[in-house]
């Protein structure tokens, strides 16, 4: 299982031998076998599927031979918007204001700047620079497309080699344009990372937004701020870290897909895909595993509880490998016991041959239904035997029938009692001998048969009939 930290670092730990971060690309593949198989909650956010996804998996065929499987989605989608707090919320619309729709920002009508803070409330220090250590999230490319898209050339600046750089005042807060003459009159806009920037870069000059845009550097100094602080701010759903802040979005228009497809970004962010890739061998290495991962689904309101448990132990996403090992522990098995339903069906139930359909308690079943949740190798005394159903093709142990017995388990089949040798009931591991005075003249015999009156004789048990007067001998003499 790989930790995810990016999804297209994922996708290199699932094709790759090792990963070199100092290379670039499909470069930082170490070719060679895959020490990773399975890499769940692998999302790019609004970025489309082909971009996202399938131009980089290609990119690793082409160079490694093999690229991850998508085996679809987690059950839930992300996403991203800028959010207030809802204290702010209500001291406006105690004001008759709705501070969460995007069209009471327009300054001409509304000032809705005094429900926060200044810039000045900020400790600047913990802000990104507006220069090209800003580069790996705002490429020349998106600049290019905003400054084409909204005319808004004074919010970029272009260097001699024709590439686009973000135009910040004091290096540090990009102004919007409805606020860029009057600094006092912009609402402090915050993320992290770059975050969202390009996105809420468009929102403010297609429906002039007064914000001032900085990225802190460090997340959890993020976190903690903006416990306290009264700014707008970017987050996402779902979260995985404890905020404690009761929080509301703000309204933007619709999402419309084909103004996004040519990189108009005036209305909201689509939701974002969030997946669940494997390594292409897990398929031949587990089949078992790889079905379990391709059903699994968790809906984002499970999704929030189990966070909701993990929060309140203190368990942060920040944490080493390994650390709060039983508070994890404790909220998966509280969830296991209270979701019963849900992830019973994920098990895989398409057995292999030389398996067969079982219960959680371990006892076979000759059918698939809810008892049924996984697949055990049949033992001796069964056999695999294939079964269609309406759910498709899988295997169930069955007993091996009267005549027939086997001695090993994982086998596709019985085998049949020699001559001279019977299993009278299911279910054998051996065939029994005939005993004296009876005698097995077939193959796969429930029973011996006596050898009469006694006028025939035999000297040992498992008679077959050929070669001696099979029966029990009354007297000692030669067959006639």
């Not at 606020?179 to 969202?196: A, K, Q, W, Y």
Request: aromatic share 12%; with cysteine.
């Amino acid at each position: 299982m790989y930790q995810k930290e990016h999804s297209r670092e994922g996708a290199y730990w699932l094709s790759c031998a090792d990963v070199n971060t100092s290379a670039v690309g499909a470069e930082q593949c170490v070719p060679g076998e895959n020490r990773a198989h399975v890499a769940l909650d692998t999302g790019f956010g609004p970025t489309p599927y082909e971009v996202g996804f399938l131009r980089p998996q290609r990119l690793l065929q082409d160079c490694c031979q093999r690229s991850p499987r998508d085996l679809g989605s987690m059950g839930f989608q992300s996403r991203e918007n800028m959010y207030m707090k809802r204290s702010e919320l209500e001291a406006a619309l105690a004001d008759g204001f709705i501070l969460n729709l995007y069209s009471s920002y327009n300054t001409t009508h509304h000032d809705p700047r005094k429900y926060f803070e200044g810039l000045d409330s900020l400790n600047i220090s913990h802000f990104e620079a507006c220069n090209r250590t800003f580069s790996w999230t705002l490429s020349s490319e998106d600049l290019e497309g905003y400054v084409n898209w909204t005319g808004d050339f004074d919010g970029v600046t272009q260097a001699a080699d024709g590439t686009y750089w973000l135009r910040c005042p004091d290096e540090y807060f990009w102004l919007a344009p409805a606020c860029r003459h009057n600094v006092s009159s912009c609402i402090p806009t915050v993320t992290f990372g770059g975050e969202l920037f390009l996105e809420m870069m468009h929102w403010s000059t297609a429906h002039g937004l007064p914000l001032a845009l900085g990225s802190y550097i460090d997340p959890y100094i993020f976190f903690e701020t903006m416990k306290n602080a009264r700014t707008l701010f970017y987050w996402w759903e779902p979260e995985n870290y404890r905020f404690d802040v009761d929080m509301v979005p703000l309204m933007l228009p619709v999402y419309n897909a084909s103004e996004w497809s040519e990189g108009i970004r005036r209305t909201a962010q689509p939701p974002g895909y969030v997946g669940k890739l494997v390594s292409a061998n897990l398929q031949d290495k587990a089949p078992q595993v790889h079905t379990l991962i391709e059903r699994f689904a968790i809906d984002i309101q499970d999704l929030e509880e189990l966070n909701e448990i993990l929060a309140e132990a203190r368990v942060s996403p920040n944490d080493p490998p390994g650390a709060k090992s039983s508070e994890i522990f404790r909220a998966a098995c509280a969830w296991i016991s209270s979701s019963e339903s849900l992830w019973k069906t994920w098990i895989p139930t398409a057995c292999d041959s030389g398996s067969g359909l079982a219960d959680a308690g371990g006892d076979f079943l000759l059918a698939r239904g809810d008892d049924a949740v996984g697949c055990s190798v049949c033992p001796s005394g069964r056999f695999s035997e294939p079964l269609l159903d309406s759910e498709g093709f899988t295997y169930r142990c069955s007993w091996c029938r009267p005549g027939t017995y086997q001695d090993v388990a994982n086998q596709g089949s019985c085998k049949l009692c020699a001559v001279g040798r019977t299993a009278g009931t299911q279910g054998a591991t051996v065939c029994s001998l005939c005993p004296l005075g009876t005698f097995s003249t077939q193959t796969a015999s429930t029973a011996c048969g006596s050898c009469g009156n006694g006028e025939g004789w035999t000297t040992k048990a498992g008679g077959n009939g050929n070669n001696l007067a099979v029966g029990a001998y009354s007297s000692l003499r030669p067959r006639p």
